[in-house]
């Protein structure tokens, strides 16, 4: 089967397209194997809500459910999506050993409800890594205050971790900097730096969301100019400070004992605004060395009438991409409190989901 050429040119460019999606269903079906082989992916993220949905529609759960129903609820929940991901692990490891590790990952969230508890997070980091016990897995970990302690402990133990929920530039140096205390405090205890691996998931749409939201409520020819523009210079940005934390000397002393960069992943890159084009946070962000992880709704987009020749949008524009935010914050957007609000909103919506999963799967074992 020919890949298609709009997502084979995006890899080409740099970019690791990633499915920000899992299920049983596209397991079983082939259709997760279609999507490696003909647009391009090599990758899958997962979060609370992926999961809620995948278990809520799903008849192809049915048997393991009653398999593992003395577990209780939880209990199920955790075998049942850690099947999965192991599953999706296995899909992918020709992928993971070709690209020597960066790609061919698959992502599994801690319990949301633990995003503000460092001790509880890093025991259920360890107790996810062991229980999909593949070597290409990414354990997702919120970048909350409390988070950010959990991140570098979890690293240091030798972990690899997918780095979520992250919206300020502010909040990405403090991610870095977690990471890379991380493997010094790996280092120190003798582990082999090699192989830990990490992405940092910087959120796009849900930035223009908030702030056009904000513009509106302004009004006038400036603000409307502004809409739209601001997730686009905030991820630019965010590149800007990869290369920067990731070209020091701090970096080069761990990369000479064999670490990996923390590479960017672009998440929330589905377009909610109709006015948009619907590949607007792909075709603007590509850079070389990124994650792009679409829902399939983008990534089908992308192969029907995304950029035939991409190329770098990112490095050429830290200029205007620092203009914008200037201009945007000159209006009177207060960026301390968008970024609070968004990752306030996020850890909600994931535990929101949680709760679902729970309630929906314990109805469903109540028929049993």
């Known amino acids: 089967m020919t890949a298609n050429p709009r997502t084979a040119a995006l890899s080409q460019a740099g970019v690791s397209i990633w499915l920000d999606d899992l299920s049983r269903e596209r397991l079983n079906s082939g259709n997760l194997a279609d999507l490696i082989e003909r647009l391009s992916v090599v990758g899958v993220t997962t979060n609370p809500t992926i999961f809620a949905k995948a278990l809520g529609d799903g008849a192809s759960y049915g048997e393991q459910l009653r398999a593992t129903a003395d577990q209780g609820v939880e209990g199920v929940i955790r075998e049942l999506t850690t099947t999965d991901v192991r599953n999706a692990c296995d899909l992918f490891t020709d992928i993971h050993t070709a690209s020597q590790g960066f790609d061919g990952r698959v992502s599994i969230e801690v319990d949301p409800r633990l995003a503000m508890d460092e001790e509880g997070t890093v025991a259920q980091a360890a107790e996810l890594y062991e229980k999909v016990g593949r070597a290409n897995v990414l354990i997702k970990i919120p970048a909350t205050k409390p988070g950010l302690s959990a991140i570098r402990r979890t690293i240091a133990a030798g972990i690899s971790v997918n780095v979520t929920l992250i919206f300020s530039n502010e909040r990405y140096g403090e991610v870095i900097d977690a990471y890379l205390s991380g493997l010094e405090d790996a280092a120190a205890a003798g582990i082999d730096l090699s192989g830990i691996h990490s992405v940092a998931s910087v959120f796009v749409s849900r930035i223009d969301t908030e702030v ?91 192969a029907d009438h995304g950029s035939e020749s991409p190329s770098d949008q990112v490095t050429t524009n830290y200029e205007q991409a620092a203009e914008v935010i200037a201009r945007t914050k000159a209006l009177g957007i207060d960026f301390d409190d968008v970024f609070a609000v968004l990752e306030s909103e996020g850890v909600e919506k994931f535990e929101q989901s949680w709760n679902d999963l729970l309630e929906s799967t314990q109805a469903e074992l109540d028929k049993l």
């Open 212 to 302: 056009d939201k904000r513009l509106d409520a302004i009004g006038g020819e400036e603000a409307a100019a502004l809409r739209s523009q601001v997730a686009i210079a905030n991820t630019r940005l965010a590149y800007q400070l990869y290369e920067q934390e990731f070209g020091g000397e701090r970096f080069a002393a761990l990369a000479a004992k064999g670490a990996n960069r923390q590479r960017p992943l672009w998440a929330s890159t589905g377009v909610k605004d109709p006015a948009l084009p619907d590949t607007r946070y792909v075709d603007e962000l590509v850079a070389g060395g990124v994650v792009n992880t679409m829902p399939e709704n983008t990534l089908q987009a992308v």
